[in-house]
């Protein structure tokens, strides 16, 4: 069971389809006029069932609520042993300001010491894993295309909570919070993507990928489905930054399908956005409005 998706939240008029983007086939959208005060609630909020309909500041407190459950008496039980609770507190803080990023454990455990305690990386290592088994938190791995290639991946995962809206929790924050620093913001948002993302490919017998190279090169998601169709998205939190994301899904397609063992070529290519127009042809790289991409 995964939360509810963007798709199922706002239930826009037309979708893009990423069943049918890996598929390969060309699609549009209506315009999705999602505002990014809207998107910051929603980011906020969540995608859980039982906050339908319930006021923000509620919803805000609630999932405080159940962090500080999950932390006090959720940790200690599946992990079988004894958790300070402020220290898993301390360190789902760092993991917070950490999302969306190839953060280290030891770099998380660094970040949760306080007081003179430090916290081993072993430590943090064991109360990550209560929280993935916990369905709290859920790292995003590293892609293998299976090139016999020289370039060199970066093959540490990418740290995302289930939902964004815990990372929120986490660092006691609010929407209007979120809009004073945007690039926070644009890493939460893309939270939210991966979250959609993972809900849609699983319905497509698919698993959702990070593409990280030491040369730079850089993909957010890497959709790939188990016949080895693939499609790739860059999540950028404006217009301004389209054409670098569009940029990068060009060069990795070049490089998957260059050289003497050459990957099949990507079903799609589009960099996902809170707004706009939504559209993705056979030929170039496309655009979709988060709201507008569905099952």
Same mark, same amino acid.
């Given at each position: 069971? @995964? #939360? ?24 549009e ?5 999602l ?5 910051a ?7 859980w ?31 079988g ?17 950490? =999302?969306a990023?190839?953060?280290a ?8 010491s306080?007081d ?7 430590t943090?290592a ?9 369905m ?8 293998? #295309?299976?090139l ?31 809009l004073?620093?945007l690039?926070?913001f644009?890493l ?7 979250r959609?993302? @993972? ?11 990070h ?11 890497? =959709? ?11 999540v950028?939190?404006?217009? @301004? ?5 569009a940029?990068?899904?060009r ?5 998957m399908?260059?050289? @003497? ?5 990507p079903?799609?290519l589009?960099?996902?956005? #809170?707004?706009?127009y939504g ?5 170039d790289?496309g ?7 569905g099952?």
């Open positions: 069971m @995964r #939360p509810l998706s963007l798709h199922e939240t706002i239930r826009p008029k037309t979708c893009i389809s990423l069943k049918r983007l890996l598929d390969g086939a060309p699609q959208a209506d315009q999705s006029s505002a990014l005060h809207e998107l609630e929603l980011v906020s909020a969540g995608g069932p039982g906050h339908i309909g319930q006021p923000l500041k509620r919803i805000l407190v609630a999932n405080r609520d159940y962090l500080n459950e999950i932390r006090r008496v959720d940790v200690p039980d599946v992990s042993g004894r958790r300070d609770p402020v220290r898993v507190g301390r360190l789902l803080r760092s993991l917070a300001r950490n =999302v990023t190839p953060v454990t030891s770099k998380l455990a660094a970040e949760a306080a003179g305690e430090a916290m081993k990386p072993q943090a064991r109360y990550l894993e209560a929280l993935e088994r916990l709290i938190v859920e790292d995003q791995l590293a892609w293998s #295309p299976h016999r290639s020289r370039t060199v991946l970066r093959a540490a995962p990418v740290r995302h909570f289930v939902d964004p809206s815990l990372a929120v929790a986490a660092l006691r924050a609010t929407p209007e919070r979120l004073q620093d690039r926070f644009g939460l948002f893309e939270s939210l993507v991966i959609d993302l @993972r809900i849609y490919a699983q319905a497509a017998d698919a698993e959702v990928f593409y990280r190279e030491k040369d730079g090169l850089e993909v957010d998601a890497v =959709v790939e489905g188990a016949d080895g169709r693939w499609a790739a998205f860059e950028k939190l404006g217009e @301004r930054w389209v054409d670098q994301g940029h990068n899904l060069r990795l397609a070049d490089r399908m260059a050289g @003497r063992h050459r990957h099949p070529p079903s799609a589009a960099v996902i956005v #809170p707004n706009g559209y993705v042809g056979s030929t790289v655009v979709i409005p988060i709201g507008a991409l099952p």
